[in-house]
């Protein structure tokens, strides 16, 4: 079997889920034309970065904590957290185009700047993270994959959990925020034997500081429950 490989000789990744939905108005593709360069975390992509040298997030970010939102769906929660926690700074990967196009309209609207976007693959971010870079990641109501045979392309399997414990601070806290009851399992069951510790959960309180996101909402009104997980990095 012949495997693909990128330029630099790492293993080729497949990637699954969407990527775009329906068309972009025209101050959604104005946006991504002009703002999100900006606010880019540092050289994430293979063609910016083929060497996979680390990201210098002091540079980018100076000496301020920084936290990750994985998958950021909307913007709603990432905004949020930026107002709540101006001291702080967070990077939010997101492949899907038009959720990314919506958290710039939610920037604008919100005025914050304490936020960096990388509009693609979490694995490739977790490349170029400097290793115990980040003081706390989220994972919010991610793609269910509720096909038994797709259990494996979740967020909670070995692969990426590895790259996630490989970037995490030591004490850093890891949320996660799901409506899929088989999630909730898969997740009590690889997080710790990733090596997490089990802090909170699964409970159907959630934090403090947290706000109900549109995917939220969305479970609610169809009947299912949110439960929340808050892991622990030793």
């Not at 080729?12 to 991504?32: C, H, M, P, S």
Request: overall charge neutral; cysteine-free; aromatic content about 10%.
């Amino acid at each position: 079997m012949t495997h693909r490989t990128h330029p630099d000789g790492t293993p080729w990744r497949n990637f699954y889920g969407r990527i775009r939905g329906k068309t972009l108005n025209a101050a959604q593709v104005v946006r991504l034309e002009t703002d999100l360069a900006d606010l880019s975390p540092g050289p994430v992509s293979r063609e910016d970065n083929p060497d996979r040298r680390p990201l210098d997030l002091v540079d980018r970010f100076g000496d301020r904590p920084i936290w990750l939102e994985i998958g950021f769906g909307g913007g709603e929660h990432m905004v949020h957290m930026a107002k709540t926690w101006p001291d702080m700074s967070i990077i939010g990967a997101e492949p899907f185009v038009n959720g990314v196009a919506m958290l710039l309209g939610k920037i604008e609207s919100a005025g914050v700047s304490n936020l960096a976007i990388h509009p693609g693959d979490i694995r490739d971010l977790f490349d170029v993270l400097p290793e115990a870079s980040i003081a706390k990641a989220f994972l919010n109501y991610p793609d269910p994959w509720p096909k038994s045979r797709h259990h494996r392309r979740r967020f909670v399997t070995p692969g990426y959990l590895a790259g996630l414990r490989r970037v995490l601070a030591p004490g850093a806290e890891f949320r996660v925020a799901t409506d899929i009851p088989d999630y909730v399992r898969q997740t009590m069951e690889e997080v710790p034997k990733a090596g997490f510790v089990v802090e909170a959960g699964p409970t159907d309180q959630p934090w403090a500081d947290w706000i109900s996101t549109r995917y939220e909402q969305k479970a609610l009104r169809e009947g299912r429950h949110p439960h929340y997980m808050t892991f622990r990095q030793p």
